[in-house]
Each structure stands twice: as structure tokens, then as C-alpha cells.
């Protein structure tokens, strides 16, 4: 862990829940003159106390040392209000329906804000039977990549992750898709409404030759030749 909780958010967190400091003490089975010290900075709880403080105070551990309490407003969340948390570190992708307290490799993560796709980063979505083709125009190097591509609908939840040096496309279910995202290593989260898709031959071109005649003009204003 890189942080640690600190006697302001025991005090926040305590005057939230309407606790006494004698209150809290008696639930950890300490002093309450040990919960004035650890409020007032002249001392710490030790690390076996996190678990049973963060009971106390109905959260997870991780919120107490982050200091940002998750409220669940979750109830009736679907897949539509879906979060995304990518590992600096390791590279660890983290779905959750809603808003939600992650951490890897003990680092406290924050969620992806998905942007719309633009120039550096084109999509072309092809409806093959009963499938969205989806063909990101990107480089896939070790250093620059798409680290995957997701499909969202109100029930479900589609994840292909990909690799440098591989393709940057995917074959997804179409049933219920109302949100396509993929993810770029250096740039973020981006998200495009399938039906709006730049190659979605029911919306908006009909023409094949059409379609791929506006992919190679792409390729080209990018800088990307097709293999």
C-alpha cells in the first residue's frame, strides 16, 4: 500500500456515522483516548485494525485508505453504466457495473472516462450476419496499442482482449449492443454507438465498395498501410 488512513478520515468517517470516539473504541476494543490520538495525529492504528475499522464504518478497506467512500447507487444499475479500471502496472483490465473502489498492485485506481473516437482513432463496425466486425485503424506495437475492445448492451457485457503486434479488430455479438469501447495504452477509453458506426452498412453506407474506399482513404490520411 502507498497510502495509509489518516486521523481525518477516521474523524470524518466517525462524525458521519454518528460515533462517539468511547463508541468506535468500544467496537475495535480499544481506548477511546486512542481514537483522540489517532484523530488529532499523535498516533496511528495498527495495520491488523484497518479490516475492523472499515466494519465499523460500513466501507471496504480500500475506501477507508483511499479516503473516498463509494456510495452505492447501484440499485438498479445495468451494464449501460459500465466502469472500466486498467492497471498502470501490470495492465490488469477491471470491469464493474457502477462505480466501485479498485486497486492492483496495491495502487488505487480510477475509472476510465470513455471519449469519443476521433481522427487518431477511426472505427469501422461491418454487420456480418449476427455479428458486429469491428476494425479499429491503430498501430499495435509493444509501445502503442489497443488493449481491448468491449460491447455493451442493458444486460450484458462482451470483452475481447487484444495484444501488440496482433490485429486490432474484433468480432462481437450484435444482440442488445448499444455501446462499442476500446481501449488505446497511451491515450484511454474511447466509445462509439455501433448503429452510428462509421462503417454500419444498415445506418449509414450501403455501398461496399463505398466502405472500403473510405477505409483506404483513412489508412492513408493516418499514415497506415494495409497489409
Request: proline letters at 3%.
Amino acid at each position: 500500500m502507498n497510502q495509509y488512513v489518516t486521523g481525518t478520515i477516521i474523524k470524518e468517517l466517525r462524525e458521519k456515522n454518528k460515533l462517539t470516539q468511547l463508541q468506535l473504541a468500544e467496537k475495535l476494543g480499544v481506548s477511546d483516548k486512542t481514537v483522540s490520538k489517532w484523530e488529532t495525529g499523535k498516533g496511528y492504528p495498527d495495520i491488523t485494525l484497518l479490516e475492523p475499522i472499515a466494519k465499523a464504518f460500513r466501507i471496504s478497506v480500500t475506501e477507508l485508505i483511499s479516503g473516498n467512500t463509494v456510495h452505492n447507487a447501484n440499485v438498479s444499475a445495468n451494464m449501460l453504466k459500465s466502469k472500466f479500471y486498467v492497471c498502470p502496472i501490470c495492465g490488469n483490465v477491471i470491469h464493474s457495473m457502477g462505480a466501485a473502489a479498485m486497486s492492483c498492485h496495491g495502487i488505487q485506481l480510477a475509472s476510465l472516462d470513455a471519449e469519443p473516437t476521433d481522427e487518431h482513432h477511426m472505427v469501422f463496425i461491418e454487420r456480418v450476419e449476427d455479428e458486429y466486425y469491428v476494425r479499429i485503424d491503430h498501430s499495435m506495437t509493444k509501445e502503442h496499442y489497443i488493449s481491448f475492445v468491449g460491447a455493451a448492451s442493458s444486460d450484458g457485457i462482451q470483452m475481447v482482449k487484444l495484444y501488440p503486434e496482433g490485429n486490432a479488430e474484433a468480432r462481437l455479438k450484435i444482440r442488445g449492443v448499444r455501446r462499442i469501447y476500446f481501449y488505446c495504452n497511451r491515450d484511454g477509453l474511447f466509445m462509439i454507438d455501433p448503429v452510428k458506426g462509421i462503417d454500419d452498412k444498415e445506418s449509414v453506407y450501403d455501398d461496399l465498395q463505398e466502405r472500403r474506399e473510405l477505409e483506404k482513404s483513412a489508412d492513408m490520411l493516418l499514415g497506415f498501410k494495409k497489409r
